[in-house]
């Protein structure tokens, strides 16, 4: 059976820590690994990974895949209270046209002034 | 703008009662998905549908259904079967090789 395992389920910090969020998988026809995150309502998309070893960087936020290893971390440096929600690690698999998402539980992120 | 109209955000259901969660989307994919989302337990797929007129079960599809038969709607009906329908359901469509894209989510309770 797929399985992604998200840690820790939840975390809380101050503005101005450094996080990192852990994504681990067990699946069979693996074709890349995405990040979201989900604030109130629609999960919006962080970062695609399909390559080991290659820091994928969007402002304070970056991630990195290992594919040897099957886990993905996802880092935010300097984190302010609008960081605060909850981030998904997806699966998606080969097989089909499109593939199927599996998800992780997600992370609970809370970012204290 | 192109996006994914959820409706309606928040819905109730009586015992013994079929509702239907609504989904377009004006993006063009071809794939569009159905995820149920609980507390702690992040997102599971329900169903799934590559083209119209075609649909696959996905991890927890008991006691739901859906059709495809335009490339724009995925309707999501919750019948009678399923006895814990409290939930946030999500709806999400692709395109070959590209992240899923999410609407809004429906709230469904039970009265």
């Known amino acids: 059976e797929d399985k992604v395992v998200q840690s820790p389920l939840s975390l809380v910090v101050h503005e101005g820590d450094t996080v990192t969020l852990n994504c681990s998988y067990e699946?069979?026809?693996?074709?890349?690994l995405l990040w979201y995150k989900q604030e109130k309502k629609a999960p919006t998309f962080l970062f695609m990974l399909?390559?080991?070893?290659i820091e994928k960087k969007s402002g304070r936020l970056s991630s990195i895949l290992d594919k040897k290893e099957l886990f993905s971390i996802l880092n935010i440096t300097a984190t302010q209270t609008g960081d605060s929600a909850i981030y998904l690690c997806?699966?998606?698999?080969?097989?089909?046209?499109?593939?199927?998402?599996?998800f992780g539980q997600g992370t609970i992120l809370t970012v204290h002034p | 703008d192109g996006g994914i109209t959820q409706s309606p955000k928040y819905l109730f259901r009586k015992e013994g009662q079929n509702v239907t969660l609504s989904c377009e989307q004006n993006?063009?994919?071809?794939?569009m998905y159905w995820y149920r989302q609980d507390p702690g337990q992040g997102l599971r797929l329900i169903y799934y549908?590559?083209?119209?007129?075609?649909?696959q079960k996905g991890d927890i599809a008991e006691g739901y259904s859906v059709s495809r038969e335009k490339k724009e709607s995925f309707p999501l009906t919750v019948t009678s079967a399923q006895k814990n329908p409290t939930a946030f359901y999500l709806c999400?469509?692709?395109?070959?090789?590209?992240?899923?894209?999410f609407g809004d989510g429906t709230r469904l309770s039970i009265l």
């Open positions: 999400a469509s692709s395109k070959d090789g590209q992240p899923q894209h």
């Open positions: 699946v069979t026809n693996f074709r890349s």
């Open positions: 399909t390559s080991s070893g």
């Open positions: 997806a699966v998606h698999l080969r097989g089909t046209s499109y593939g199927k998402l599996t």
């Open positions: 993006l063009n994919h071809d794939a």
């Open positions: 549908s590559q083209i119209v007129n075609d649909f």
